[in-house]
């Protein structure tokens, strides 16, 4: 099956190199190309790619507003695309607000070719959040300079059984399937069953929300 990629990014340069990286690959292919975001959003429309590669900071329109718009889109608008987005700085505002919008993950623009291709690979198939552990930093970093909700997030952690509720304080800390089954002592296809519930109960596009809803709740903590 093919990826269908969208690029949105302000250096053309940039554009040019990844589109020709990602291009290169059997099962990518890249739809076009927006030198900001109002254009991406426009193209993505469009084009319905399965994910769009966001740079966070571009003028006209950031990447911020952007995902805004591709992951909650208008009445009569279904298309959603995954959002992987781009950035300079490892732990950046922009890319903590993209996650809880519901970006699928970020990645640092100066990562080796083998990981951007992973990365779109791991953001189309929804099963796994990229990057853990920066991730998990980032979301932490800022989870700290605001306090947990304790209102509807934390309501909402009701709906889960036991179960589902250390299922997804795993997926926060980083754990993958497979890590969970081990330490749950379950087969890995039930731990993508739980998973799957949780997102479903809490209305979550995928583990990078889970995550952020997860600090956010106070189900875990900064640190822990």
């Known amino acids: 099956m093919t990826t269908r990629v969208l690029i949105v990014d302000d250096q053309a340069m940039v554009r040019a190199g990844f589109a020709a990286l990602l ?23 469009r084009t319905r790619p399965d994910v769009v590669l966001m740079d966070v900071r571009m003028p006209e329109m950031d990447g911020l507003e952007a995902a805004r718009r591709l992951l909650s889109p208008p009445p009569g608008v279904t298309h959603r695309p995954r959002v992987l987005m781009l950035t300079t700085f490892d732990v950046d505002d922009y890319v903590y607000e993209a996650l809880r919008a519901g970006a699928s993950g ?38 700290r300079q605001r306090p947990a909700t304790r209102g509807k997030p934390a309501l909402r952690l009701k709906a889960l059984t036991e179960r589902e509720t250390e299922v997804l304080t795993l997926v926060a800390r980083g754990r993958s399937n497979t890590e ?7 087969a890995e296809q039930t731990v993508k069953t739980h998973v799957s ?28």
């Open 180 to 186: 969970i089954a081990q330490t749950l002592v379950l």
């Open 23 to 45: 291009a290169a690959q059997a099962d990518i292919d890249v739809v076009g190309e927006a030198p900001d975001g109002a254009q991406g959003v426009e193209l993505s429309r």
């Open 106 to 143: 970020f990645l640092l623009k100066d990562a080796p070719p083998a990981d951007l291709i992973a990365a779109v690979r791991v953001v189309a198939s929804g099963d796994a959040l990229l990057a853990p552990s920066v991730t998990r930093r980032l979301i932490a970093d800022f989870a």
């Open 197 to 224: 519930r949780v997102l479903t109960k809490l209305d979550l596009r995928d583990r990078a929300q889970a995550v952020v809803f997860a600090y956010e709740s106070g189900l875990v903590a900064p640190g822990e």
